[in-house]
């Protein structure tokens, strides 16, 4: 029987990939992708020609099935995200569930995710944090942010741009109290930053200045 290898690609620079990785990429028959496009330009650029083949939200139920038998055929199957660790906030945990509930073999490397350095690199306490991912969009959000109301450790977030000025606000209205909050955008490319202060003065600067690319949100914990 195959195994199924999580394996992490870069977040930004592409340097961040690990040697195992690589080797790794280039050791699979397939390799399952959030998007074939980026994945190839990653193999592109690594020099690899490996079958890539789409699992993602839009049909990850579908062709599920197709998929475990597939793997279970082939000596090495990767999986792999757009950018990051896979199976944090996308699609590919399913594919990772069912091979343990099908006894295939699960092996995750280590790599890049967004989540650590935007910790460490905020300063804020992260000897205990909650990670609550992506909000909804639209319903569920305010139910949401009430269930983490009282917890005291640093509650992590990945947000849109589009929608960060909008949850910041509804972050001061549900916490009622004025918290530390840090907006880490872009991490690991060229135009990484930090933006440092309280939900009021971040809304205040998101308002007038809108962020692009990829976000992290830090908020304090109830004191």
Known sequence: MGKLVIIPTPIGNLEDITLRSIRMLKECQVIYAEDTRVTKRLLNHLNIQNHVVPFHSHN???????????????????????????GISDPGYLLIRACLNEGIKVECLPGPTAIIPAIVGSGFPSERFHFEGFLPHKKGRESRLKNVLNIECTLVYYESPHRITKTLT?????????????????ISKIYETYHQGTLSSLIEHFSDNKPKGELVLLVSGKV
């Open 170 to 186: 509804q972050m001061l209205k549900i916490f009622k109290e004025d918290r530390k909050a840090c907006v880490v955008r872009e």
């Open 60 to 86: 990850e139920h579908k062709i599920l099935e197709k998929c475990i038998l597939s793997i279970k055929e082939k000596n090495i199957t990767g999986l792999v995200s757009d950018a990051g660790t896979p």
